[in-house]
Each structure stands twice: as structure tokens, then as C-alpha cells.
């Protein structure tokens, strides 16, 4: 980005910019442009400040923010594949995680994490739906079409603490570009199936599939250069709108019975809610335009669509829009065919494989070609410098996992899951970590804890809090 005053300055004036802080510079400019922090215009004891806070704060310990991602790929993966061969710092890469050699540096493959409530027990089938809503929240599903009841999920639990400090608490996206409603594996709702995030035990958090209108909702529609101007027309027009559907709302509600006056209030609380995120967005001043154009739309070749998702959650993170993201590949279950490596059949048909070599190899390709794309994004965040000179990915913490281990035997234990990013420092990265079984939810409450949650003694079926990652 260029610089915001003429490069002929003398050095004197340079100096007293520098030690502005960010939120007076911003003010400075009518807070037109929302930009990075930038580390040289924060005053040198606000930066020691800030890293004696840092934990509390979701900061890293040189004042950048900490991100954080979760990464859900379908049908587990074939174990003999994924699983390095001996633990440690000096492991072999494995067949499936082979694309994330170069990267080594920042994993950590964490062995023995399971999802205890996702297994059948008395609910019988129904392990995929499990497998998917389960991942994120750790608790029992109900099992029902209709009547849900699922757990807020650790990316919603970060994003009430953090979210405050972006435009966006978190974002929810998926590659799955058709959903379902109604009943799906099992008997259980197709919420279920289709869902990572949940903002509480009845609220699913609705996932985008379509690259562009996740693009739009970060930067604004139109053409680089007149974004801003269109997002700013967008929220007067909405606040309109709110406007007169409040006014109708208060001139009705005098003629309303008790149990109506109760639904229309239900009503005006969410109105309220939208009208309290434009209030934060035009406080936050306009989004920093990206100059570059807007997606298309759904590409056809999942691969292509996978990396524009990808793309989507680095600008995200670059443009500090968010610090809380998730994103669903492809729903547990799904029986995508993978053309391009040659492999016609169904993934979830194949991964019922019953150990046939054929298909256990298949299934083995298909998960290699998951991690070949995981690597690319891994890249993409390497490359990019974050305020304090380190990476989006050193100061990052991505989960990178499924919700079955097994799924020719629908097992829960032992899930293939990888922890890429340094977290800022805080993590121990280069790795592979074979833990004693665990649930998954301490995996998350350690993450928490790292994203500044304070006071969060438990999360889903958590037992503790991992003390080696």
C-alpha cells in the first residue's frame, strides 16, 4: 500500500506520524479507508502495552493479530496413509501429507483426538451427520428432522470475544454449492450435514458458497477503485429500509394482542441486530479494496473453487475483516467423483472400501488430492507479510481436519487432524504428537485460550486443556 503522505516529507514530520497511534491516523483521515495496523504508527509503549496483553488481547507477542481457521475435508481418510510412521520432530512425512513437506516447519499432526459424541450408541446410524456438526462443538446431536439441537461451536465461542475488533465476527464458507433441508443421513436433519458453525444449539451459522458474494460482503460490489462508494449506497439504503420497517412495526404494535406483541418483538430484536452491524461497519470506515477483480461466481472445477475459497479467507485475514473463519470442503458424506485423477466412483461410495486394495488406494488418491490443495492455501498464507514482518501463517493457528477417523467403519477416534501456524510463536510447530486418546474439544479450548477467551473452563466434552501443542 502506498504511503499516506508525499515521499518528499522531512524526516521530522515522518517521525510524528510514526508515533500516532493507529485509531488517530484513521481519525485523522475522517476514517474514509479502513487499512491494516500498521506497526510504525503505534507509539512504542503502546507496543510493550500490547505484548504484556497479548494473551488476553487474541494478539501475537509483537501486537499482530492472531487467526484462526477451521478446514473441514469429508469421509476421514485412509489411516495407514495419513499417519506419519514415529513421532516426534524427526518424523517421515506420510503418503497423504506428502504436499505438506515443504510447510513442515509450521504443522503439527496431532494424533489420538477423537469426537467421543459423534459415535452411534443408542442413536445407531447417522455418523456422517455426527461427523459434520459434531466437529466444531463436541456435543450430542438430537437425533431429528426437525427439532434441532446441536452446541455453539468453538469458532462462534472465539468470535463473541474477538469479533468486536472486525467488520465481521467471523465467516462461515462451504464448496458444497447445493444444500439440503428437511431429513438426511439417518434421520437427521440435513442442518446437521450441511453445517460446521453453529451460533447456538438451535442456530446453524449458513455457510457461502458463492466466491463473489463472499467477496462482496468483504470489499463491496463493482469495480476496483468504486467499491467503497457502492457499499456506502448499500447501507443507506438498508438503514431506509430499517427505518420504515420500524416505524410500521411501532405504529402495528399498539393493535396487537400479547401473544403478537411477543413475535413482533422476537422481529425488532433481529432488525436491531442488522442495524447494529451497519452502526459497526460504517464506524469501522470503508473496507481496504483489494485491486483486484471480483470472483465470477461458482466455478465448475471444485478444485478451482476450492483455491478461490482459499483466496477469499487470505484477503480476509490480510485486510483484518475478520480473525474467525471456517470452511466446509465438502460435507461428510458427500460422493463427489474426482475426474481429474481419474477416479469416476463416488468418494463416500469408495470409502466403504472393506479394505479392497482398489478402492482403499482410490480413496488414498482422493485424500492426497485434499492435502495438495490444503498446501497451496498454506502457501498463499506463508507469502503474505503480516504488521509485524512475520507471515499471515506464522501468525496464524488453522485446523485442518474431518470428522471420521475410518469411515469404511464410521470410527470416531484417532481423526486425522493437522495444526498449521505458529499461533505467533506460541505453538510448537514441526512436529508430529501422538497423544493418549483426548477429546477434540481440548484441542479447541487451548485454542480459545490463545485467541484471548477468558474464563472458559470447559467447552463440549472437554476433560482439559492440551499442554503440548
Known amino acids: 500500500m502506498s504511503t499516506p503522505y508525499p515521499s518528499n516529507h522531512d524526516n521530522r514530520m515522518r517521525e510524528r506520524l510514526a508515533s500516532l497511534s493507529r485509531r488517530n491516523f484513521l481519525r485523522g483521515l475522517g476514517a474514509t479507508i479502513a487499512v491494516p495496523a500498521l506497526e510504525s ?38 489411516p495407514s496413509a495419513w499417519w506419519p510412521t514415529e513421532p516426534g520432530t524427526d518424523f517421515t512425512m506420510s503418503p497423504t501429507l506428502k504436499p505438506l513437506e515443504t510447510h513442515r516447519h509450521a504443522l503439527q499432526i496431532l494424533g489420538g483426538l477423537e469426537h467421543a459424541n459423534a459415535d452411534g450408541g443408542a442413536d445407531g446410524g447417522g455418523d ?5 456438526s459434531v466437529f466444531l462443538t463436541g456435543v450430542r446431536l438430537k437425533k431429528s428432522a426437525t427439532d434441532l439441537r446441536a452446541g455453539i461451536s468453538i469458532d462462534q465461542v472465539i468470535a463473541s470475544h474477538v469479533g468486536h475488533l472486525t467488520r465481521f465476527p467471523s465467516l462461515e464458507l462451504t464448496c458444497d454449492a447445493i444444500r439440503k433441508s428437511g431429513a438426511c443421513d439417518s434421520g437427521y436433519a440435513c442442518a446437521y450435514q450441511f453445517n460446521l458453525s453453529w451460533s447456538s444449539a438451535k442456530t446453524p451459522m449458513t455457510p457461502e458458497a458463492d466466491p463473489r458474494l463472499v467477496f462482496e460482503r468483504l470489499f463491496g460490489s463493482g469495480s476496483p477503485g468504486t467499491r467503497g462508494n457502492h457499499l456506502r449506497q448499500r447501507q443507506q439504503e438498508q438503514r431506509s429500509i430499517l427505518d420504515f420497517v420500524l416505524t ?31 452502526q459497526k461497519a460504517e464506524k469501522m470506515g470503508r473496507p481496504q479494496d483489494p485491486t483486484r477483480p471480483a470472483p465470477e461466481g461458482i466455478p465448475v472445477d471444485y478444485g478451482e473453487h476450492i483455491q478461490i475459497m482459499y483466496d477469499m479467507l487470505v484477503l480476509a485475514f ?58 497451496q492455501f498454506l502457501k498463499k498464507l506463508d507469502a ?31 481423526l486425522p487432524i493437522v495444526l498449521a501456524g505458529a499461533g505467533g510463536g506460541a505453538l510448537q510447530t514441526g512436529r508430529y504428537e501422538k497423544l ?11 485454542l480459545a485460550d490463545r485467541m484471548g477467551v477468558a474464563g472458559l473452563e470447559r467447552f463440549g466434552d472437554s476433560t482439559g486443556r492440551l499442554t503440548r501443542i
Open 41 to 78: 504508527l503505534q507509539p512504542v509503549s503502546l507496543l510493550a502495552a500490547e505484548r504484556k496483553k497479548a494473551a488476553r488481547l487474541g494478539v501475537t507477542a509483537s501486537g499482530a493479530p492472531l487467526r484462526t481457521a477451521f478446514l473441514f475435508f469429508p469421509n476421514g481418510a485412509i
Open 128 to 132: 456422517h451427520a455426527r461427523g459434520n
Open 318 to 375: 490480510q485486510t483484518d475483516s475478520t480473525r474467525v473463519a471456517s470452511l466446509l470442503l465438502a460435507h461428510d458424506g458427500s460422493n463427489r467423483s474426482f475426474g481429474d485423477i481419474g477416479i469416476s466412483e463416488g468418494h463416500h461410495d469408495l470409502s466403504h472400501h472393506q479394505n479392497k486394495t482398489d478402492m482403499v488406494q482410490k480413496v488414498a488418491s482422493i485424500d492426497l488430492w485434499y492435502a495438495r490443495q490444503f498446501s
Open 384 to 414: 503474505v507479510k503480516d504488521v509485524d514482518g512475520k507471515s499471515l501463517l506464522h501468525n496464524s493457528m488453522i485446523v485442518y481436519g474431518g470428522g471420521n477417523a475410518d469411515a469404511n467403519r464410521h470410527t470416531h477416534s484417532n
Open 248 to 278: 410500521d412495526a411501532r405504529s402495528m404494535q399498539r393493535r396487537l394482542g400479547k401473544g403478537d406483541k411477543e413475535k413482533l418483538d422476537q422481529y425488532l430484536t433481529g432488525i436491531r441486530q442488522v442495524e447494529m452491524r451497519i
Open 436 to 446: 493418549t486418546r483426548q477429546p477434540t474439544s481440548n484441542l479447541f479450548l487451548s
